[in-house]
């Protein structure tokens, strides 16, 4: 086994099913806990923090949870270990199977709508896993955000075996296998401040570099102030946005950076406009404009980003933004950038004369 399909958690430990209904030439099944380490805590921290990004995956296989019998239910999850974790977790106290399937160590819905946690994948993991020969039954427990890739029609017929799409979050996992019913609030998809917040470290991290240079480069050219608009514009693309989502109007997630983008400009805008009475108004409107035109794509094309961390959003819905404001965004950007050397050049020409 390579070490990238390696399982990462510390409590998995190989163990050999001995039933009447199994034979003993089964692939290999891990035995696992429902308590996380602090191995575990490590791997998600470092996984919140954007680090090793694709290397925090576990074995595409099949692991018992508790003591699960023949009659046990087997609940389906992507081989990303934070998605692994939250579900055995909130599995607590129940004897049960979970099916990893190998979606290159990303999470559920992603992988769903990347399609490797897809109905191919499904069907290949319970025939490498022979699923058949460890349960007596046929029915499969999915997450519901990974409908979008799993054809359950096609999975009954090529494999033999039933899916039951569960609730939209793990937490809801056990009060499902005690009713085997999905309530309304169960399928209701919610995305409140504590999860977006989570978000904002692995945004941070991933700007830091274009952070540092961009601030930089402005303050050695311009000053302190062209510093502090090109970091509040990254800064409001990267956190302040999952703060305040909810709120800003407009669907697109581009549409709304550009809303929070302008938002945060006028402050330098106002500065520029009242703050130099004794400079020619048109330079100032130039100047206002400028910090338009430059911060609000910044924030909007940052924004972006959020696109692949909600349901709120689908992947057809993604390309289509691209293509829509991508354009836009280098527009306005090209624009400012002219209206920025314009003020250069004049500030020089009034300075010479």
């Known amino acids: 086994m390579s070490k990238k399909q390696s399982c990462s958690c510390t409590s998995c430990t190989n163990i050999k099913i001995k039933t009447e209904n199994v034979s003993e030439d089964l692939p290999e099944i891990k035995s696992t806990t429902w308590s996380t380490g602090n191995a575990e805590l490590k791997d998600h921290i470092r996984a919140r923090l954007g680090m090793d990004r694709m290397n925090h995956l576990l074995a595409p296989i099949l692991y018992s949870l508790g003591k699960p019998t023949s009659a046990s239910p087997v609940v389906v999850t992507a081989n990303y270990t934070l998605s692994f974790d939250a579900l055995r977790s ?6 049960c199977y979970i099916l990893v399937l190998d979606t290159k160590g990303v999470n559920v819905w992603c992988a769903a709508g990347k399609g490797t946690f897809g109905t191919d994948e499904l069907i290949n993991r ?3 896993t022979k699923l058949e020969q460890v349960v007596t039954h046929r029915n499969l427990i999915v997450p519901q955000l990974g409908a ?3 054809n359950a029609f096609e999975v009954e017929k090529r494999s033999g075996f039933k899916v039951n799409y569960g609730p939209i979050r793990a937490n ?3 009060e499902y296998l005690k009713t085997g019913t999905v309530t309304p609030e169960m399928r209701q998809v919610k995305y409140p401040l504590k999860d977006r917040m989570v978000l904002i470290p692995v945004e941070l991290k991933a700007t830091a570099l274009r952070f540092i240079a961009a601030v930089a480069i402005l303050y050695l050219i311009g000053g302190a102030y062209p510093a502090a608009a090109a970091a509040v514009s990254i800064l409001s693309g990267t956190a302040l946005f999952a703060i305040v989502l909810p709120w800003l109007p407009t669907r697109d997630f581009s ?8 938002l945060v400009a006028l402050p330098f ?6 703050g130099y009475p004794e400079t020619a108004l048109w330079i100032r409107s130039i100047s206002a404009l400028a910090y338009v035109l ?7 094309y940052l924004a972006l980003n959020f696109t692949g961390s909600t349901t709120f959003t689908s992947r057809s819905g993604v390309k289509r933004e691209i293509f829509r404001y ?19 050049v004049s500030q020089y020409v009034l300075v010479v004369t």
């Not at 430059?294 to 909007?300: Q, R």
């Open 269 to 274: 805008v106002a500065t520029s406009l009242v």
């Open 294 to 300: 430059l911060m609000s794509p910044v924030t909007a």
């Open 326 to 344: 991508i354009p836009v965004m280098a527009s306005s950007l090209i624009a400012g950038t002219v209206l920025a050397i314009i003020l250069v």
């Open 255 to 262: 549409s709304k950076g550009f809303i929070l983008g302008i």
């Open 148 to 150: 979008s890739g799993v």
């Open 126 to 128: 319970i025939k490498a």
């Open 172 to 174: 809801d996992i056990s």
């Open 90 to 95: 909130a599995l607590k106290g129940t004897d």
